[in-house]
């Protein structure tokens, strides 16, 4: 499929499974990730930055859906930047799926990155589901800060907006990864392009 040819996603050469572990062999990336990548800049980046960082993973998403998958384990750590010219591409689609029948797909998540339908084995997953993946992505970028596990924030949700935590950011921006972040699917972006189209006016 054409994203497999995509300069922002990593490449896959070979699918396996031996034991009953499946086995990926995918390209080396010469790089460090976004999540060590924070560490070194201090803990925190401008909204500027994660604007001009994040948007080659908008853009490869977008292929993605269109091809039916949907990723299911988008975090900083799994967004590689290039030694070479600092370019985004997205790793690791060992977790990844086709979407429109979720029915028992396997339990894979990250505690705060993976939004409620994915603790769920008949959750409805879809493009919404990396869309909060992604919020939840920008706002640890921004503010240094993992968002609770989205069981205990359906529970008692403590998740407060960006600029009520002091990071300076445009209401457009806080809005929207409110938005992208809402627990219950069917309040978020439905489609990585609505998100991106708010972000990025284009």
Known sequence: ISLLNHPNIVKVYDVSVNDNLQYIVMEYINGVDLK??????????????????????????????KNGLVHRDISPDNIMLTRKDMHAVLIDFGAARTYGNSENAPVLLKHGYAPIEQYKRDGNQGPWTDVYSMCASMYFLMSGIRIPPSPERQKHDTVQRLQVMGVPIS????????????IEPENRYQ????????LYHE
């Open 36 to 65: 060590h990548y924070l560490k070194g800049m201090g803990g925190k980046l401008d909204e500027a930055t994660v604007l001009a960082l994040m948007k080659p993973v908008f853009e490869s998403l977008y292929e993605v859906h």
């Open 171 to 182: 209401d457009e921006w806080d809005l929207a990864i409110c938005k992208g972040l809402s």
């Open 191 to 198: 489609s990585i392009r609505e998100l991106y189209q708010d």
